[in-house]
């Protein structure tokens, strides 16, 4: 009796695990309600179709179907945890939550119990550091770097010479918004600008004051690190104190049609940073809409097509898949396991070539990740809105952050990392 | 006819006065703990502790901690979240600053310097009543949070303002961290919201409980009958803001693991921890863990159904989950406004008379 009863658990349990282990999975913690749906669902829409363009197309990865099994999180932390909780018994392979709060709670977690965090332009910075954050990737670029490319550009707009400019940076309250803080605080030592830091509490509808602010001192720049309602509400009261919109610049997460539209034709001339090339003019979009779009089979409305947000959401959603391919590679067979897509992720080769054959060229920057190496070339382009032709064009070439002051910042934090949670260094 | 005091006789004072009367209810009490002890442990995975029980354990310690101020004195408090962010960034700085002591004092200790913040917060009590004592608390919500933004020492100067739980152990078992077991994080709550629950039961019928609904009642007369109003308020704040600082202090460190005060400690906080009150029924223990139950469970009940087992969109069953949450507490406030503890106690007086009614 106790025997039947041990072998109808054990059935149930390889019956339970048995669909999981069929596809490749790869959660989509998405939000597409709250006060950040407006940013959200694009992303998500642009993640989940470029995988149901992988399956329609190609039958999957190497042969292997991918489940993209989405989960709302609303942005809160919570919410994370439980979809988190929720999808990690299928076996998956990489998490992408799309919000710094709950990759600050994940990296323990997914370090623990052996799933990918892979956070593209955003979570925590010196994960860049591969020995201390085994299982976390943030390439091609992080925060620092974005705030040192903003830095960069403005000093090649202003002849070389930064000192005695003012830069002011309007940030989320919160550990996203705080992440630029300490290396343009080092940035301006540096180059002798004065920074004024101006917190928006989250969601960031009522931002005034900061704004008044901004009148009196009329800085020359301004920074902004917002995400959400903040970014719409930030470039409205821009538009209403007059600021010159092109000395107004977000960083990535804060140039999106949807962030520029409400202000209308006053938006003219924002620019903001970017780690991707925009606009539907890529030849893998031809596929999309015959695979995707023409039979209906988008995700959301659909009607996104192209945006930055979705070209974001496609970009991570492309990094995943060659890793996942890399990884296949390297095992020499298709159902690969969650450690092994972590090897793909560290081995990840990612050339101009292969974005071409991808139906991307020139979309964004090379990766040649290598053990200590999760973070990517650090390098971003800075892009100017066109509010007549509703339109995102690059204004500068691809610029390299300043490595010479983000490596010891870098250095120092997962240092203080790696001493608070008890990891010894890898990669020697 | 199984449900009856009758045939139960008692034979002493303690016996009579004791929390369950009744056989039955006292069956069920203990057949609770059983299962809650040593049933569920062997059962518990990652995703029912961290999605389930975890939180509905300690939105049920806040919910008796809040239940106490608002249900039992009478005071209405709009700083809920305020003092559960002070709660975790007290047991983030023991924590980190005295990694040798034990886990569980760190916890008890959190609880401690909330008391002594909810007291401060408390003091207006004495001449402000009503709506005017709810904005006073509003301020200390507001004020606590930007507090924690703007000084760093709280967060230890951390890059980005969040406070991150480091792992601790208590004989040997992971208590907080990502190494700890479903068990383990469930146990540990489970333990302590046991304890509160039956501080806060024997508290609320004893001298200090009759003082505070004295004060709530009417605030005059119990003034007259020789009830110390100062007492009375400060201590219904103090005991009130302990188990509010604790339900933060686990919230941070066992459930969360890392936490930014903007988000995990908003005003939303405050008004779901008044929600679960409200609906669980003010003035009752047994309402506090039902309110918990309703708001935790009900969310992902729902999400499960709408997402899980019927496929829709994310974002249409999220809109319809906070639709059908809404629409569920108005319908509650209108048919019971007494809450979930008084449909419980409406049960058990038909059940006692059932089935001969007459």
Same mark, same amino acid.
């Given at each position: 009796m106790k025997k039947s009863f041990a072998a109808l658990a054990a059935a149930a349990l390889v019956a339970t695990a048995a669909p999981a282990l069929a596809d490749l999975t790869v959660p989509n913690l998405s939000y597409r309600t709250g006060s950040y749906a407006a940013n959200g669902i694009p992303y998500a829409d642009g993640f989940a179709d470029y995988f149901t363009l992988l399956n329609e197309r190609d039958g999957g990865i190497g042969g292997e179907m991918v489940a993209v099994p989405e989960c709302e999180t609303a942005y809160n932390t919570e919410k994370g945890v439980e979809c988190y909780e929720g999808t990690k018994g299928q076996a998956a392979l990489a998490y992408n939550p799309l919000s710094t709060g709950i990759t600050y709670q994940l990296i323990p977690k997914v370090t623990a119990d052996h799933h990918v965090l892979y956070t593209p332009g955003y979570g925590?910075?010196? +994960? +860049?550091?591969?020995? *201390?954050?085994?299982? *976390?990737f943030n390439y091609p670029a992080n925060y620092w770097d974005g705030a040192s490319v903003a830095v960069k550009y403005l000093l090649d707009q202003s002849g070389g010479d930064l000192s005695g400019k003012k830069i002011a940076l309007v940030y989320h309250n919160s550990a996203y918004g705080k992440e630029p803080i300490r290396t343009l605080e080092e940035l301006a030592k540096k180059h002798g600008f004065e920074l004024s830091l101006l917190p928006v509490d989250p969601?960031?509808?009522?931002q005034k004051s900061q704004w008044l602010q901004i009148r009196r001192d009329k800085p020359d720049y301004v920074l902004m690190w917002g995400w959400g309602v903040m970014n719409q509400v930030a470039i409205q009261e821009a538009v209403n104190i007059r600021f010159p919109m092109e000395n107004f610049i977000g960083v990535w997460w804060s140039g999106s049609e949807n962030d520029v539209g409400p202000a209308g034709d006053k938006a003219m001339g924002y620019k903001s940073i970017s780690f991707h090339g925009v606009g539907?003019?890529?030849?893998i979009y031809a596929d999309l809409k015959q695979y995707v779009f023409d039979p209906g089979k988008a995700a959301g409305a659909g009607d996104n097509l192209g945006n930055v947000l979705y070209s974001r959401g496609m970009y991570a959603a492309m990094i995943i898949s060659e890793a996942i391919r890399t990884a296949q590679e390297m095992a020499g067979h298709s159902a690969v396991t969650p450690e092994e897509v972590r090897e793909g992720f560290e081995n990840l080769n990612l050339t101009q070539e292969r974005l071409t054959e991808l139906g991307l060229p020139g979309f964004a920057q090379e990766i040649h990740a290598t053990c200590a190496d999760h973070g990517g070339p650090g390098s971003a382009m800075i892009l100017q809105w066109d509010s007549s032709t509703k339109k995102w064009s690059a204004v500068s070439d691809w610029i390299t952050s300043d490595a010479d002051v983000l490596d010891p910042l870098i250095a120092e934090d997962s240092a203080a990392f790696a001493a608070e949670s008890g990891i010894t260094p890898r990669c020697n | 006819m199984f449900y009856r005091e009758a045939g139960d006789f008692k034979t002493s004072y303690r016996a009579d006065s004791q929390t369950f009367p009744i056989r039955l209810d006292r069956m069920g009490y203990f057949a609770a703990l059983i299962v809650a002890y040593a049933v569920v442990p062997f059962f518990i995975d990652d995703y029912w502790a961290n999605a389930v029980f975890v939180p509905f354990l300690i939105y049920a310690i806040a919910a008796i901690g809040l239940n106490i101020l608002v249900?039992? +004195?009478?005071q209405v408090s709009l700083g809920t979240g305020g003092f559960m962010a002070v709660g975790a960034y007290a047991v983030y700085k023991l924590m980190t600053t005295f990694p040798e002591v034990p886990f569980f004092f760190h916890v008890i200790l959190a609880g401690g310097v909330t008391a002594f913040v909810g007291v401060l917060f408390g003091l207006p009590s004495l001449r402000i009543k009503g709506f005017y004592l709810a904005v006073a608390t509003l301020a200390a919500q507001f004020f606590l949070v930007w507090l924690f933004n703007k000084v760093p020492w709280f967060y230890n100067y951390s890059a980005s303002g969040q406070i991150t739980a480091p792992d601790r152990t208590m004989f040997g078992i992971y208590i907080t961290g990502a190494q700890t077991s479903a068990v383990a994080k469930y146990l540990f709550c489970l333990v302590i919201l046991t304890l509160v629950a039956l501080m806060a039961r024997n508290l609320t019928r004893g001298t200090v409980g009759r003082k505070w609904m004295a004060i709530r009642d009417m605030d005059i007369a119990a003034e007259i009958i020789g009830v110390n109003p100062l007492s009375a308020k400060v201590t219904a704040f103090a005991v009130s803001s302990f188990f509010i600082g604790i339900a933060g202090a686990l919230l941070f460190s066992v459930y969360l693991g890392a936490a930014e005060v903007g988000e995990s400690f908003g005003i939303n906080k405050s008004f779901l921890v008044l929600f679960m009150v409200i609906i669980g029924g003010l003035g009752s223990i047994f309402g506090s863990f039902a309110g918990a139950a309703f708001l935790v469970l009900l969310p992902v009940f729902l999400k499960n159904v709408l997402v899980g087992a019927l496929g829709w969109p994310t974002d249409v069953a999220a809109h319809l989950e906070l639709m059908i949450v809404g629409a569920l507490i108005v319908i509650f406030l209108i048919v019971e406004p007494h809450g979930l503890a008084q449909l419980w106690r409406i049960a058990k007086e038909k059940l006692r008379l059932w089935p001969f009614p007459h």
């Open positions: 925590r910075t010196s +994960a +860049a550091n591969g020995s *201390v954050f085994e299982w *976390v969601p960031g509808q009522e539907d003019e890529f030849p | 249900g039992y +004195a009478g």
